[in-house]
């Protein structure tokens, strides 16, 4: 993503006016951001676009939002949901984003395969050592915990095979 900055005067800014209106026909946006500055007859709109050149590669296209509680067991998705409670906690007194920890997908392999240790956690896709070093404990002793206070499911009664 590139930028470029416009100033264009209130007064006498046709010729501005122009060079934006060719420089937008010629290029993908992404966004712009715009500023009035009020300085009598110097006032003047101030814009920033966001732009790709020929050849800039787009910003990947975000996939559709999954709906874990339709994919997974109502057993399974209790358990994800704590999952996604305590990465939440953790997420706001290290005050990062919930995903920095793991993400939904990931929290999802982790119920669905059934993780129950270290070398497990790490088979999951995206999850490293580091993360794995950090986290896993917390993750997965409240998988254990989780297991362990819930219900079993009754088999064949909305559960995955």
Same mark, same amino acid.
């Given at each position: ?6 100033? #264009?005067? $209130? ?17 993908? #946006? ?6 009035? $500055? ?11 676009? &966001?732009?790709? *050149?020929?050849?800039?590669? +787009?910003? +990947? $296209? ?16 209790? #358990? ?34 059934? $993780? ?7 088979? #999951? &896709?995206?999850?490293? *050592?580091?993360?794995? *070093? ?18 079993? +499911? ?8």
């Amino acid at each position: 993503m590139r930028m470029r900055f416009f100033t #264009i005067p $209130v007064f006498a800014g046709d010729e501005a006016t122009a060079e934006l209106d060719r420089f937008l026909a010629s290029h993908r #946006i992404l966004g712009t951001d715009r500023q009035f $500055v009020q300085d009598g007859v110097n006032s003047a709109w101030c814009l920033c676009v &966001s732009y790709l *050149e020929a050849g800039d590669r +787009p910003a +990947p $296209v975000k996939r559709g939002r999954v709906d874990y509680k339709e994919l997974l067991s109502e057993h399974d998705f209790a #358990i994800y949901s704590r999952l996604r409670d305590l990465r939440k906690r953790l997420a706001e007194q290290q005050g990062v984003p919930a995903y920095a920890l793991f993400t939904n997908e990931q929290l999802a392999a982790m119920v669905k395969q059934r $993780v129950s240790t270290r070398s497990q956690l790490q088979a #999951i &896709s995206g999850v490293g *050592e580091g993360r794995a *070093e950090k986290y896993g404990q917390a993750f997965l002793s409240q998988l254990q915990q989780a297991r362990t206070e819930l219900p079993a +499911p009754v088999p064949g009664k909305n559960s995955e095979t």
